[in-house]
């Protein structure tokens, strides 16, 4: 079966309004220690859709809406993190503000400013994660980090360590150490090293790359301009 068919037995609750609400504590917690964010976002959108909001406290509420923001960003589903963040009601957003600081990074990578993204994780409002949050925003600074340096391997042919560095936010060597596990070619040490990427196999079906993957190509180019 499809992925996106299976249901998550914690997900799959009949309890409606407050009582789905009571119960969301714990559910929550399994899936945030779990850390899975597909299972993460369809619970929480069954949590919406049971009317669960309504029966939960703010507190309760944001924790629900941040998990389910940032499962949305971890997968790049940025229509439905820009839509979801429109839902969110003030007292949720006040209620937290890692909600608020969620969403600084899903604009960031909503305009393709990844640089601005991985800024926005280690902003002094976003400092200090709390225990549930930490985990998802770690995983979500990986898989970021691993995307940009995909774009970063059909974009560059050559590119200085110092500038490549700066796109996912780590130290040069840091940066040379992740071009050496890809087989990237390295010319020289340090930050003035000139590193020659290379793309990373296709895992799907070939085919040209699409409008969206050149978008973002371009948009990756031009944060060096």
């Not at 929550?28 to 406290?57: K, T, V, W």
């Not at 839509?83 to 009601?89: G, I």
């Not at 060597?173 to 296709?202: H, I, K, M, Y």
């Amino acid at each position: 079966p499809r992925a996106e068919t299976r249901a998550c037995a914690l997900c799959a609750s009949p309890l409606a309004g407050s009582s789905f609400a009571m119960a969301s504590s714990a559910q929550l917690a399994q899936l945030l220690e779990a850390n899975d964010p597909q299972q993460i976002a369809s619970y929480a959108e069954q949590f919406e859709l049971a009317m669960g909001h309504m029966g939960a406290d703010a507190a309760t509420s944001a924790t629900v809406y941040k998990s389910q923001l940032i499962s949305y960003l971890r997968a790049r589903d940025l229509d439905r993190a820009r839509f979801l963040w429109k839902r969110v009601p003030p007292a949720a957003r006040g209620a937290d503000g890692e909600v608020g600081a969620l969403w600084e990074i899903g604009k960031h990578m909503w305009r393709g400013d990844y640089r601005g993204a991985f800024t926005a994780m280690d902003s002094p409002a976003a400092s200090q994660w709390s225990a549930a949050a930490a985990p998802q925003v770690a995983a979500l600074r990986r898989g970021l980090t691993d995307h940009v340096l995909d774009l970063m391997g059909r974009a560059y042919v050559a590119i200085t360590a110092a500038d490549a560095a700066a796109m996912v936010a780590m130290p040069a060597d840091a940066f040379l150490a992740e071009a050496a596990r890809r087989g990237w070619a390295v010319n020289g040490e340090g930050a003035a090293a000139l590193v020659s990427p290379t793309p990373q196999p296709s895992t799907g079906p070939a085919h040209d790359l699409r409008m969206n993957q050149l978008g973002q190509l371009t948009q990756l180019v031009a944060q060096l301009d």
